[in-house]
C-alpha cells in the first residue's frame, strides 16, 4: 500500500458480514487493520442492521479505503457470504466474524502458506477462545491437521472464520448453497475437497468469541440435517454420481410429505430427531411415531444424532399415558442401543 491507497489487486479479501453486532465489529475491523500484512481488502457485508452497526461501518470505510462496506436487506448469513465472495478482488479470501478478533500475524502467516502449497484450497486454523469481555476462557480449538479428508467425510475439522481459500476454486464449485441452511460452511468445506487439497495450519490464528446468544435446539437440528445431507451428497459426487443436491434451492423441510430420493431416509429420520423438544413429542399423534426410522440407521448415526435421538425416546417414556401400540421395554431397548452409558445417566437425571 502507497499514500493510504490499497493496491489494484490485494493479496487477500477479508470476508466479514454482519447483522447487529455493534457491541464488536469495531475491534474485529481493528483486528483486521492491525494485520502486519498490510495489502488486504475488508469486505463487510451489513445484512440490513438496526443497530449502530451501518454508522460504525460507515466510519471505518471513510477512515480507511480498504474497507468497503456492501449492505442488503436481512437476506441472510448465505447470501451475505456469496456477496462477499462475488465481490472479493484477491486472489485468496479469508473469513472472519465480526465478534471474533484475527490475531496480528495471521493473513501473513495463511498467505505464505498458501503461495507456498498451490494445490491446497482451502486452509484452516486454530482459535483461543475468549468470552463477551474477550477475556480467554483457558480453552482453545486445535483441530488435528491430520487426515483431514478422512476427517471431513465424518465432520468438519474447519473453524470457519479461520479458513482462507482460493477465489478461483471458491467461485468454480459455486459458493455456499442456501440449501445447506446452519451447515453452508461444512458442505463447502465438501464441495472445496472434490477439487484440491485442503490443510490446516497448527498455529492460533484468532481469538473465538463464545458469548450469551445460545444457539436454539431447533437450529442445532437443522445443522445436523445439513451435515447428513452434505456427507450423502459428497459420497454421490465420489462415487462418480452427479450432485444429488443439485436441485435444492431451499433448505429441505423434512416434513414434506413428498420429499425427493436425495432426502427422503434422512427427513424420516429427523421427523422422529425432533421429538427431543418434549412439547413436540407430547403432541406428535400416535401413528407418526416411527421408530424403525432410528432402529435402521443406528450403525450411521453420528455423536450429534445419537444425542437427539436418545432426547427423544426418553421423552416419549415420560408420556404419562405411554405412546399406544408401543411398548415401554421397545423404547428403553433402543434407548440402551444408541449408547448405553448415556442412557443410564439419562435415566438417572429422569
Not at 463487510?44 to 462496506?69: E, F, K, M, W
Amino acid at each position: 500500500m502507497r499514500d493510504g491507497v490499497p493496491p489494484e489487486q490485494p493479496k487477500v479479501s477479508v470476508i466479514m458480514p454482519v447483522r447487529d453486532g455493534e457491541r464488536w465489529v469495531a475491534e474485529a475491523i481493528r483486528s483486521v487493520q492491525n494485520q502486519t500484512l498490510h495489502d488486504f481488502e475488508l469486505l463487510v457485508i451489513d445484512d440490513g442492521s438496526a443497530d449502530a452497526t451501518p454508522a460504525i461501518l460507515a466510519d471505518a470505510a471513510a477512515a480507511d479505503p480498504r474497507i468497503v462496506v456492501l449492505t442488503q436487506h436481512r437476506d441472510g448469513l448465505v447470501a451475505g457470504l456469496n456477496s462477499g465472495l462475488s465481490a472479493a478482488r484477491a486472489p485468496l479470501i479469508a473469513r472472519l466474524d465480526a465478534d471474533d478478533i484475527a490475531l496480528p500475524d495471521r493473513l501473513a502467516r495463511q498467505v505464505d502458506y498458501m503461495v507456498a502449497h498451490p494445490d491446497v484450497v482451502l486452509l484452516g486454523g486454530w482459535a483461543t477462545i475468549i468470552d463477551e469481555n474477550g477475556q480467554p476462557k483457558g480453552r482453545e480449538m486445535r483441530p488435528s491437521p491430520n487426515d483431514l479428508r478422512a476427517t471431513l467425510m465424518k465432520k468438519s475439522p474447519f473453524i470457519h472464520p479461520t479458513v482462507m481459500l482460493r477465489a478461483e476454486a471458491a467461485r468454480r464449485v459455486g459458493g455456499y448453497h442456501a440449501a445447506f441452511e446452519a451447515g453452508e460452511d461444512y458442505d463447502f468445506w465438501l464441495r472445496l475437497a472434490d477439487i484440491g487439497e485442503l490443510a490446516i495450519l497448527p498455529e492460533l490464528l484468532i481469538r473465538y468469541r463464545e458469548h450469551s446468544s445460545s444457539v436454539t435446539r431447533t437450529r442445532q437440528l437443522r445443522q445436523i440435517y445439513s451435515a447428513r445431507l452434505a456427507k450423502l451428497a459428497a459420497a454421490g459426487r465420489r462415487a462418480g454420481q452427479p450432485d444429488p443436491s443439485a436441485t435444492l434451492t431451499t433448505p429441505p423441510d423434512w416434513h414434506d410429505p413428498s420429499p425427493g430420493p436425495f432426502e427422503r431416509d434422512s427427513s424420516r429420520l429427523f421427523r422422529m430427531l425432533e421429538l427431543a423438544d418434549p412439547a413436540t413429542a407430547a403432541r406428535i399423534p400416535s401413528p407418526a411415531i416411527d421408530l424403525e426410522a432410528i432402529a435402521s440407521q443406528l450403525g450411521t448415526l453420528t455423536a450429534g444424532e445419537r444425542k437427539f435421538a436418545q432426547a427423544a425416546l426418553l421423552n416419549l417414556l415420560r408420556l404419562p399415558h405411554g405412546v399406544p401400540g408401543i411398548s415401554r421395554l421397545k423404547l428403553y431397548w433402543l434407548l440402551f442401543a444408541l449408547g448405553p452409558l448415556r442412557a443410564v445417566k439419562l435415566l438417572i437425571a429422569k
